[in-house]
């Protein structure tokens, strides 16, 4: 049975977002200041960027400008081949009240694969690519923005960081204690905070009840951002769910599916987290499939709209698909009237995206629609077309990759992985791709040894090469470099375990020994990379 994740709003769904938790916590400007790094904007088309007047000097440069002028803090960190990326590049970022609101902010363009440019997206607890943070003047996070949610709504969220510049942690701490001295931009800015990517403003186990509270206290006031804080009340109700499942009454769902503008407001929640909304829903059989007959209608017929992006219009399909895949009585495949329109999307979208980076987004929304709605080959065709014109072609290498697997096909699917690897750039994005071409091994052809262990070996061996004694800064074991490596170490031993003896764990202590020898004594970094050594005793099991 098919099923529809969350793909923009949550770092984790697609390779773009693959990351594991955090091994740190965002730290203020005092701590940011260490680093003299240079962070330029990647060289992708002059009208990528144009109009925002990036900052050209180093992190800790950008935030000792702020505390001299007054100035808050933009930070954008993303990737040239991410797919969200490039979704807020080529309509938020081109927007021109964007670029008027830029003037206001220090803007700070932070590529994955720059020189530290890890070691400060631990430094900043960040998640995934691509995330955005305001900061203060001061060097303190006030509020991470999403993506998903239309232009002008990015915009106000902005704006109101401007007014009110007080952190979305402690707006937390005033909704569990004196939510008397909230004021409605607080409430906005809490409705539109990026969740998915938070790690210290929300305790960890507040009852998901705290949403559904804010939602009841703004509701007259602020419809909108009471909705959105309603539906974060039903997300987290869905993931903290245990044996005594809780449901809740849909009324307020009801109203937010009958007002068109309040479906716009939610769309980012409505398109893509409709199993978990739905599934804490107090129904009957019948009444919930009326309900859910009802948001399939109103997605559907809003999914046009001239406020949401090329690529949010097609997500107005996921909900349809969600439902009828989820139906235990659905053994066919999805009507013919039905894909039929969404070819036609698919085709229009395919058709009017010509910027080579922009297409980095749409056309994987569109390969991801087309195969979820079971029209693998058209996905498969799709992607193959893309790769003569993409502007980072190894992540749809990846996703064919993906979609061989899922069809079966294990010696097409490794190949892909495998040139998705080779062709891959980027010191980040190298390893990234490279452990995952080394999981997909590990999973698909367990029997390929020399393979597998050679081409871990290699990707280590890539790590060593010449980076700090050309001038770069090590962070082979910060942020998403470490958890990547971490991965691949686990899933190494485990296979390993399951081998004839091999000498895959001294060579693989070899280099990795190297490699902590080149981290500062006593640093992260060092100690990061110590865990990864196996003991010589070590059990294998």
Not at 11 to 38: E, G, M, R, Y
Not at 386 to 395: D, F, K, Q, T, V
Not at 460 to 487: K, M, P, Q, V, Y
């Amino acid at each position: 049975m098919l099923t529809i994740t969350l793909r923009l709003l949550l770092a984790t769904l697609l390779l773009c977002l693959a990351a594991c938790n955090p091994t740190s916590t965002p730290n203020n400007s005092a701590s940011v200041a260490t680093s003299s790094a240079i962070m330029m904007p990647p060289q992708e088309t002059d009208d990528d960027l144009h109009g925002i007047d990036w900052f050209q000097g180093s992190v800790a440069e950008a935030f000792s400008l702020a505390a001299s002028s007054g100035k808050p803090i933009f930070l954008y960190w993303g990737a040239v081949w991410c797919p969200p990326c490039q979704e807020i590049k080529h309509t938020v970022f081109k927007s021109s009240q964007f670029i008027a609101q830029s003037k206001l902010f220090i803007p700070v363009y932070l590529d994955g694969d720059t020189d530290r440019a890890q070691t400060l997206g631990e430094k900043f607890g960040v998640k995934g690519y691509p995330t955005m943070i305001v900061f203060s003047p001061q060097g303190e996070e006030v509020t991470r923005i999403p993506g998903g949610i239309d232009i002008s709504r990015y915009n106000a969220i902005l704006a109101a960081s401007l007014d009110s510049l007080r952190s979305t942690r402690l707006l937390v701490q005033l909704a569990l204690n004196t939510p008397n001295l909230l004021v409605s931009t607080d409430y906005r800015q809490l409705a539109y905070y990026s969740w998915g990517q938070d790690f210290e403003a929300l305790p960890a186990g507040t009852d998901p009840i705290l949403f559904n509270q804010l939602a009841k206290r703004i509701l007259d006031q602020d419809p909108e951002s009471s909705a959105r804080l309603y539906l974060q009340y039903l997300v987290m109700l869905a993931k903290a769910q245990t044996e005594n499942l809780v449901k809740v009454e849909p009324g307020q769902l009801l109203v937010i599916l009958n007002s068109p503008a309040l479906v716009i407001g939610t769309w980012d929640y409505l398109a893509y987290q409709a199993k978990e909304i739905s599934s804490v829903l107090d129904l009957d059989d019948l009444a919930l499939d009326n309900l859910k007959d009802r948001w399939q209608q109103v997605m559907l017929e809003q999914r046009h709209h001239a406020a949401l992006s090329t690529a949010e219009q097609l997500g107005g399909w996921f909900p349809y698909l969600t439902f009828y895949f989820e139906d235990a009585s659905t053994n066919t495949a999805v009507p013919a009237d039905q894909l039929a329109a969404i070819r036609q999307d698919a085709e229009t979208a395919n058709r009017v995206t010509r910027n080579a980076y922009a297409r980095q987004s749409v056309v994987n929304q569109v390969s991801y629609l087309l195969e979820t709605a079971g029209l693998q080959d058209e996905a498969r065709q799709l992607l193959l077309a893309e790769l003569e014109r993409s502007a980072a072609p190894y992540y749809f290498m990846s996703s064919l990759g993906a979609l061989a697997e899922a069809q079966g096909h294990i010696e097409e699917a490794l190949a892909w992985r495998n040139k998705a690897y080779q062709v891959s750039e980027g010191r980040a994005t190298r390893l990234q791709w490279g452990v995952s071409y080394v999981d997909s091994l590990i999973r698909l052809a367990p029997q390929q040894t020399e393979t597998i262990s050679q081409t871990a070996l290699t990707l280590l061996d890539e790590l060593s090469e010449g980076h700090i004694e050309d001038g770069g800064i090590d962070d082979t074991f910060a942020g998403r470099n470490f958890r990547a490596l971490r991965r691949l170490h686990k899933n190494l031993l485990a296979w390993h375990a399951t081998q004839i003896d091999g000498p895959l764990l001294e060579n693989l202590n070899a280099r990795l020994g190297y490699l902590c020898g080149r981290q500062p004594a006593g640093s992260t970094t060092a100690a990061n990379c110590q865990s990864l050594l196996v003991a010589p005793n070590q059990d294998r099991s």
